[in-house]
């Protein structure tokens, strides 16, 4: 059995071993500065939880947020990649109950936006239809930035700025400063009606809706049916993750579903 480990000083950069949980940083890996503790369900699970993302990454799954999973080679094939692309992938959480813990899973389309204020330009979009949604961009230490598009001019258009090509001026959802920003690292958010608005604007004939519909239960009569046979593939998939095996601890995957309703 495992030991579960409080540090005494706080680690100055992330660890694979270690979570953060209610103020106090935790490890299961022998540490400077560490003293053995006896560990709550909570924090089992916070630990058992980063294990399994962990584990999910480096079995090649990407994350869209924290809890919405997908594989690359799970995208749907549909007419219109350059613009969005999506995936067949599953939402996740660990839940815990009496005393167990239980991973519930749910089929869910994941999708992608893949073209850049930039590339929707060189496509014919005119700079006054790239505006007013919500996007997202690369800061200066790599780490992806929401903000909101609040307008796409050229660059003589703004303030202290000359010469040719385009800039877009977003305001930053952390801070809510406003920033001058190149087209191509900036891009819009996926979410399925802004794709839908945006193949419209580039008289792409394409109902991104009945893709959805036909890719998520929505098009038959046993989608109750058909999301629980889903279920189960996707966990029989995730058997390749299990069982998790980190500092003394083992984790395995039961195949017995339990209905939660959450």
Request: charged residues 25%; positive net charge; aromatic residues 12%.
């Amino acid at each position: 059995m495992g030991k579960v480990l409080e540090l005494l000083v706080q680690p100055t950069e992330r660890r694979r071993d270690t979570v953060y949980f209610n103020g106090k940083s935790y490890t299961y890996e022998p540490a400077e500065n560490a003293v053995e503790t006896e560990p709550s369900s909570l924090l089992l699970k916070s630990i058992i939880t980063k294990q399994f993302c962990l584990k999910l990454y480096d079995k090649g799954y990407r994350f869209k947020g924290k809890y919405l999973a997908f594989k690359k080679e799970d995208r749907i094939n549909q007419p219109h990649d350059d613009i969005f692309s999506i995936f067949d992938g599953f939402r996740f959480r660990t839940v815990l109950l009496f005393e167990r813990l239980f991973l519930c899973i749910d089929p869910h389309l994941v999708i992608w936006s893949q073209a850049s204020v930039e590339y929707l330009l060189k496509q014919g979009c005119n700079p006054s239809q790239l505006a007013d949604f919500s996007v997202s961009y690369r800061g200066p230490e790599g780490r992806k930035i929401d903000g909101y598009l609040v307008r796409t001019a050229s660059a003589n258009n703004f303030e202290g700025h000359l010469g040719e090509g385009f800039l877009c001026q977003v305001k930053n959802h952390r801070n809510f400063k406003e920033e001058l920003l190149s087209p191509s690292v900036v891009y819009p958010e996926s979410r399925l009606e802004l794709m839908q608005t945006l193949l419209d604007v580039l008289n792409r004939k394409f109902n991104v809706i009945s893709l959805q519909r036909q890719h998520s239960f929505l098009n038959t009569k046993t989608a109750s049916l058909e999301r629980l046979k889903k279920t189960l593939t996707i966990v029989a998939r995730l058997q390749e993750i299990f069982p998790l095996e980190f500092g003394g601890f083992k984790v395995t995957l039961e195949n017995e579903p339990v209905r939660i309703k959450w």
